[in-house]
């Protein structure tokens, strides 16, 4: 007997986890996937932008889509419990749920969930970014919510990374201005093309991070058509917020570098709510992105 593996025409040779039917996030909610390279900074970015949209009057979701579940701690002030945890209390019987046992409130209001996941090397990250949707869509969470933000994973390309793709309307990419993470930029360009084919997500745009000039991050948008949102210099109080276990809202605006890092966030958000455009970006080949950073 033959078994014949269908893949499915979401890019070339892609075997992806799909989001089962009636898991799509309703329309009206704008959905922003926050991408970039292991440990440049998505979680940092993700819960102040929330904290941004929020202070703009924004009913906000934040989704931390990592087994680490360390995406919301600064919203939140501690480390909540993760979907995948209290599923598992039930034996995942999701309708013995209560909202309050996997949604916790942080600042301002903004909603905070952490997927959580299998341990490292035991399944997949994308099964369980779905079944969140899945539980809050159960729950009716997702009716009254303007913003969602899923802060994903880095540095893989399984099912679990590209997962949110499947719900966000803008992909936002975190980068600094060095090959590493530029590099790593150029493989993610790769997998949102793959799936709009077949999904709505479009590329919103770059966020220098950590990063006093931007001159490598330039030399790439230009070739590949993408644009800078927002630019975040190596400020220390955006260290000591995290230590903190605070947003950078909540520090001292007084303090150096803290108002011009509050203002930036609150024009990130104001640009993906009103003049954010999509991005019909192309990635390059690796030598080509090899040849092309560095300096003459």
Do not use: W
């Amino acid at each position: 007997m033959t078994t014949t593996l269908t893949r499915p025409a979401d890019g070339d040779g892609s075997v992806q986890v799909h989001q089962e039917p009636g898991t799509k996030i309703e329309e009206g909610a704008l959905v922003i996937a926050v991408y970039g390279k292991g440990g440049i900074g998505k979680s940092t970015t993700s819960s102040n932008l929330s904290a941004a949209f929020s202070k703009l009057g924004k009913r906000v979701l934040q989704i931390g889509c990592d087994p680490k579940h360390d995406s919301t701690f600064t919203l939140t002030h501690k480390m909540v419990p993760t979907v995948i945890d209290i599923l598992e209390e039930v034996d995942f019987h999701s309708e013995e749920l209560r909202p309050e046992d996997f949604m916790f409130t942080g600042y301002n209001g903004v909603k905070c969930v952490e997927s959580g996941g299998p341990p490292a090397g035991t399944g997949c990250g994308g099964y369980v970014t779905g079944q969140t949707v899945k539980l809050l869509k159960e729950h009716h969470l997702l009716e009254d919510t303007d913003v969602v933000i899923f802060d994903v994973l880095g540095d893989v390309v399984c099912g679990g990374f590209a997962a949110p793709l499947q719900h966000a309307n803008y992909c936002l990419i975190v980068t600094a201005n060095d090959f590493d993470s530029i590099f790593a930029m150029n493989r993610i360009v790769q997998a949102i093309q793959a799936k709009a084919k077949n999904y709505k997500v479009r590329l919103g745009g770059v966020i220098a991070n950590r990063s006093v000039g931007t001159d490598q991050i330039d030399k790439f948008n230009a070739r590949t058509g993408l644009r800078t949102m927002a630019h975040f210099q190596d400020v220390d109080a955006i260290r000591r917020s995290r230590l903190k276990k605070c947003t950078i809202f909540e520090m001292d605006e007084n303090e150096e570098g803290v108002k011009a890092v509050q203002e930036e966030y609150i024009r990130l958000a104001n640009n993906m709510l009103h003049n954010v455009e999509p991005l019909e970006a192309v990635s390059l080949k690796d030598r080509e992105i090899f040849d092309l950073l560095g300096f003459d």
